[in-house]
């Protein structure tokens, strides 16, 4: 009877502390930086390991939160450090469970690798370090081994950098034989099965005018795939773009627009103009798209860690929405001319 009485005591104490947990992150999800950050604290420092790897891995995040920025820096450092040192440290160095994801997290923070939390199946996560992969080695994902792991969404990188890495002006030094049949290999991948003028094949244009590696790049997906790349506000201030004659600006702008409007990469952006601007929904899609920076930016939009907080949770979420505003916020510090007066409302209000 006794062994069955605490048996019941340790479910009832664990159901308790997973919905302390869930609560913590659903409110994070809510945008609701004040009761998230001091629920997942103080579980933190009661010893939750899932509390210290959740913290520790929004905590980056955290510091540019407006609630955050209303602290002074030791409630800051008390609100979202483990106790060390004069700033405290992170708390994915106090997990123990749960150690090879804190491990992998701090290797794609702190080293850009992205590998480990490939590893552990967090690919929405490695996003960030995969982006830093590439921008300190182009070549290094084409090249990877592991590259056919790295999501549908990001594989105009991978065929980019096989591209750069085949381009004598960017790499005098050519390849060996055997390393240059595979990256052109995977650069026909970009053609596989056909040419669909997906998303990512646009993108994969967008590099240069001259891939140097035999292959055309024609004037229209080029063009399109620089305002799919950057955002239509970028792309308009660029040479190439500029010199470009009105009718080919105009098509590019119009399949780039059309492109948003069924790219499985826009699907966050869609759902987010969907709640407020049905009615001029692929204006604003195309708006929002521009503002956050184009593909540069949306697809490193992310859950901080599949294994606690998975994506399709994440996107949509308040917290989704509230990241995008920031993102152009911080870019505009009031809504630049001539952009859909929906899309201008929900990010600058008004």
Known sequence: M????????M????????ATLDEAIAAWLADDDAKALHALSALAQAGDD?????????????????????LD?????????RPGGLSGESWLAGVTARRPLAEAVLEARQKGDPWPLMTLGQADAARSALAMAFNQNPSSLAESDRQMEIPDALRALVWRGAALRLWRTAYPTPPSPDVERRLRGVIAQAFAPEWSGSLQQMLFFSADPDLGVGIPVPEAPSLAGRVLRQGRLLAEGNTRFRSASEPARDRALATA?????????AAAVRQFCTASCEQALDSCVETLWSLTGGADVQAYLHTPLDALIPQDRYVGSPR????????????FKTAPPNIDTCASKLVFGG
């Open 2 to 9: 006794r062994i069955m009485l605490v048996l019941v005591l």
């Open 11 to 18: 479910v009832a104490a664990f159901a308790a502390r997973a």
């Open 50 to 70: 899932d509390a210290m790897l959740a913290l520790g891995v929004i905590e980056p995040r955290a510091w540019e939160g407006p609630y955050v920025l209303g």
């Open 73 to 81: 820096r030791a409630q800051r450092i008390a609100l979202l450090r």
């Open 257 to 265: 627009r059309t492109l948003l409007t069924t790219a499985p990469e």
């Open 320 to 331: 989704h929405r509230s990241d995008m505003i920031r993102i152009v916020q911080k870019r």
